[in-house]
């Protein structure tokens, strides 16, 4: 349904995509994952058409959104979220929407039903009749979702739907998405791992302007070593007695020191905690804090995205 290949954009100097190319399906939920800066906003921009490439070709359905003879049919395929919605506070949630679904081409005689099904689908009955200006924050989100939806697209395309939302408020958007993806094709991007783990069936990693992985979050999870743990131990002091005794363990693969932390990456199958504290006590460091945790994809991102 979507395809992108060796796609291209520079600001300057600065390579916001180098090189981007992936394929996505009818009915896929896919994450766009990426520390600030990795490239996401850009790469929605230009999937929607308010930005061009450099280089690089995009096809949705066939049709290239680079053929300018082609763009409307492919932007009415597609509705889209930016990370600032731009909403007019003066309208009331029902009058903006009208207006925008009217934009969309929507016919007078069908702009109520429309209208009526988006906003029971997005949770917004309640506030229908509100303006603008006087919603919450999670509101507005719903109402620029519903805008993105009013016309009925094949794809949604979500940028950071979530940013600044109170924890409750992020549960209501990840479930409105998930009810979303099972009707449409969703592209969501943003920074914040749990909720595209939440949300999405499929991840793609971006940092730098690169794809640095994509898959499944448990295909990502096992290239990472999902058969591997972490163990994070804080200590008084770290002399250099300690390091050779938790080399020597059995199942461990890596140590790495941070000031007085240190983090052991070992065998899933192998919890080597009690060998740890007997090894520390013994050596007089002074043992503050030892957790153990499985490999997940929070430790792939932060490994793919390092600096």
Do not use: W
């Not at 507005?140 to 805008?147: E, K, L, N, Y």
């Amino acid at each position: 349904m979507i395809k992108v290949d060796n796609l291209m954009k520079k600001y300057g100097e600065l390579a916001a995509l180098d090189g981007v190319s992936f394929e996505m399906k009818e009915g896929e939920v896919v994450g766009i994952l990426g520390p600030n800066g990795a490239g996401k906003t850009t790469l929605l921009r230009i999937l929607v058409a308010f930005l061009e490439p450099d280089s690089g070709k995009i096809t949705i359905d066939g049709l290239d959104i680079n053929n300018s003879l082609l763009q409307q049919k492919i932007k009415s395929k597609i509705g889209y979220l930016p990370e600032h919605a731009p909403l007019y506070e003066d309208m009331t949630v029902s009058e903006y929407l009208t207006f925008v679904g009217k934009m969309q081409g929507i016919k007078s005689d069908d702009i109520y039903e429309k209208l009526a099904e988006v906003i029971s689908k997005c949770g917004l009955e309640e506030k229908k009749n509100a303006e603008i200006s006087t919603l919450s924050k999670g509101y507005r989100q719903r109402t620029g979702i519903a805008q993105a939806l009013i016309h009925n697209p094949e794809i949604v395309i979500l940028d950071e739907p979530t940013t600044g939302l109170d924890p409750n408020q992020r549960i209501e958007i990840r479930d409105l998405i998930k009810e979303i993806g099972k009707s449409k094709t969703v592209i969501l991007s943003s920074h914040v791992l749990p909720e595209v783990q939440s949300t999405c069936s499929r991840v793609i990693i971006l940092n730098k302007g690169k794809i640095v992985a994509d898959g499944t979050p448990s295909d990502l999870e096992s290239k990472g070593g999902k058969n591997k743990a972490t163990i994070h131990i804080e200590v008084e002091k770290i002399e250099s007695n300690l390091l050779p005794r938790l080399e020597s363990l059995e199942g461990v693969s890596n140590i790495e020191i941070i000031e007085n932390r240190i983090i052991i990456i070992s065998n899933a199958e192998n919890d080597i905690r009690k060998d740890i504290a007997r090894i520390i006590i013994e050596e007089n460091h002074g043992l503050l804090e030892l957790t153990r945790k499985q490999i997940d994809l929070e430790d792939v991102f932060i490994d793919l995205t390092r600096e």
